[in-house]
């Protein structure tokens, strides 16, 4: 909400202007997913795994961003604001909803290393690894000079294969594999067999 206010954008969003990039997983998302409108499905919220209670908020029109974290002493003025509550718990549940932004959060106009268009890339692209063979959706494909590769084919896996099908044979076409036409005959799909 504080997001919204710096950068001049009524949240929660119904549209696509706000991109979030979160320090962390976890429930913080769930909250800044409901209170901006940002959802993993519709492309504006990613993480950028941290392990920080913080979020970058992108105004994607305007090419303003904001970095938004939590103040250090947070935890104990919400104490002082909860008037007795409880447990700790409970103190901080009260506390932050009382507490103002200026003293509950820190706020810090920040620039993107990567530029905004990179980073969102193109909705609808798609490409196909040179080695592994499977798609590749919204730019993220790297252009080598001799092949176009996956990230992971790469070099920039975030696993390792346990079999030796590197590289693995092109997938038969979907016209050649009796089975998915017979599948798709059956659900009055045949014209489409063959297309990718
Ligand atoms: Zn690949």
């Not at 008037?83 to 509950?104: F, V």
Request: hydrophobic share 40%.
């Amino acid at each position: 909400m504080l997001a919204g206010c710096l950068l001049d954008l009524d949240l929660p969003q119904t549209d696509k202007r706000l991109l979030t990039i979160a320090e962390t997983d976890g429930c913080l998302l769930d909250g800044i997913s409901a209170a901006t409108g940002c959802q993993v499905g519709r492309r504006t919220l990613r993480i950028e795994d941290y392990g920080k209670v913080a979020a970058t908020f992108v105004h994607i029109h305007q090419e303003q961003a904001v970095r938004i974290w939590p103040s250090r002493a947070c935890r104990e003025l919400a104490q002082h604001y909860a008037g007795g509550a409880p447990s700790q718990w409970e103190a901080q549940l009260i506390g932050y909803q009382r507490l103002p932004a200026e003293l509950l959060l820190c706020w810090s106009p920040v620039s993107l290393v990567t530029p905004l268009a990179a980073l969102i890339g193109q909705a609808g692209s798609r490409a196909r690894c040179a080695r592994c063979h499977e798609e590749i959706l919204n730019q993220r494909e790297v252009v080598q000079p001799d092949a176009v590769l996956c990230r992971a084919c790469a070099g920039q896996a975030y696993y390792t294969r346990l079999t030796a099908d590197d590289p693995r044979p092109p997938e038969p076409e979907v016209a050649a594999c009796p089975e998915l036409v017979a599948l798709w005959e059956g659900f009055g799909l045949a014209s489409r067999s063959g297309q990718d």
